[in-house]
């Protein structure tokens, strides 16, 4: 890596980003530590550890982390090495356990933090006394918790920055399309719950191309063609039922962006969409849609479809409607994981229905999601070559043509196609990989305070 970050990324001038930042190994152990090292990043859902003592193996970048609930109900994020000499201390991917016992030398970790002090104290040590001769600290040899963390509407959150902003803060008003996906149907807050597991694969494609695409790439709806001529959506038109008014916008000075609506004060004919050909399932739906008009009135909403968070998840709000999150391996490899969201309350039918929906869009075997893939791995392939790897990738489309949003904080919408989005993307990932902690992070300033 010779050049400088700015050299590669030039998004508002050229609109070009350089394509070696997609495949270069020394540019991929850069942004682990400044990137996934400093972001708030999506660890995980509650309903995957529901009960005391539940744990969920995730990952932070390339660290494996372990998300906990403790006695008292708390979440935390720990860092899943032992500290005696490395082991990966929890090698299940899910389960319940008072203690995570090292399989190398037998160490032995509380989860929930009684008698310790803190989850992730060290409760035992073979050979404390007799080999050891009681001179270990175990205060000092717990497992490594992640310093911040927080729970959204569910969502769990956590970042290695002790400085970070908090996570409102680092949302901003994208917070609002987040709601969307997290909030029931009909408008109650935070009735979205994990259904039916949780799905795992890789792709041979840099990490960033997924975020990219879901931050608002509505140009390659020519790679859907054949899903959008089977029709595989609920109602059997397209691949997914109507949206009116779609644009993309985003959130320049957070590198968050969407494919959605802008905001609005009454209710947008199909916004809860025509949702299935089974009648009870259309009714409910029906019903929802009814709700969520009376429950708002002429007060501040909106709805999306699709979105980013910077820099690894993303979420569709509504059809499907789940979260995607992406865990780098190498400059050329990803891990995706995906959860499926539905409302808590909904009918067993409803259930059912968007069950067998996701299925046929989403993850590694759903139809939209394998056109996807193939455009990354493949673009990823085509750029790592030596001659490839000398060129840029074109963002140009609608340069210099962005409004401000009135009704969102820090928002700037494009219309409906251009690469706005992917440019603030790249953007804010230049300024993440040019800093040296948050305190070189910009962060939005509001007018007044300018
Ligand atoms: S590496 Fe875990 S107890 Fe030794
Ligand atoms: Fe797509």
Known sequence: MSKSID???????????????????????????????????????????????????SRMGTDP???????????HVLL?????????????DQGNTRTFTCPYHGWSFSTDGRFVG?????VGVPGLEKNYHDELDKNEWGLIPVPQVEVYKGTVWATWAEDAPTLEEYLGDMRLYLDYALDYRDGRPDGAEVFGGIQKWRVKANWKMIPENFIGDLYHDVSHRSVDAVGIGPSGKGR?????????????????????????????????GAWGDNPDVKAYYEQVHQDRVER???????????????????????????IAWVHPISATETEIWRIYLVDKDAPEPVKDEARRYYLRYSGPAGMTESDDMENWAYATRASEGWRAKQLKFNYQMGLGHAKAVPDLEHAV??????????????????????????????????????
């Not at 803190?118 to 060290?122: E, K, V």
């Not at 962006?257 to 004919?269: A, D, K």
């Open 7 to 57: 050299e590669l990324v030039d998004v508002d001038i050229e609109g070009t980003v350089a394509r070696e930042i997609f495949v270069d190994e020394e540019i991929f152990e850069k942004e682990l530590e400044h990137v996934f090292g400093r972001a708030w990043l999506f660890v995980g859902h509650v309903d995957l550890v529901p009960k005391p003592n539940d744990y969920f193996a």
């Open 65 to 75: 982390v372990i998300l906990t609930r403790d006695h008292k109900g708390e979440i």
């Open 80 to 92: 899943n090495t032992c500290t005696h000499r490395g082991m990966k201390l929890c090698r299940s």
């Open 118 to 122: 803190r989850p992730g104290g060290l």
């Open 240 to 272: 997914r039922d109507t949206f009116a008014n779609r644009m993309t916008l985003c959130f320049p000075q957070h590198g968050h962006g969407v494919i959605g609506q802008l905001p609005f004060y009454e209710e947008y004919e199909g916004v809860s």
């Open 296 to 322: 708002f009135g002429d007060s501040r909403r909106v709805s999306m479809s699709v979105g980013t968070i910077f820099p690894s998840m993303s979420f569709h709000g509504r059809q499907p409607r789940t």
């Open 413 to 450: 919408e494009n219309g409906e196609y251009n690469e706005e989005n992917a440019r603030a993307f790249y953007r804010r990932w230049a300024q993440f990989m040019n800093a040296s902690s948050w305190k070189d992070i910009p962060m939005p300033v509001d007018e007044a305070e300018q």
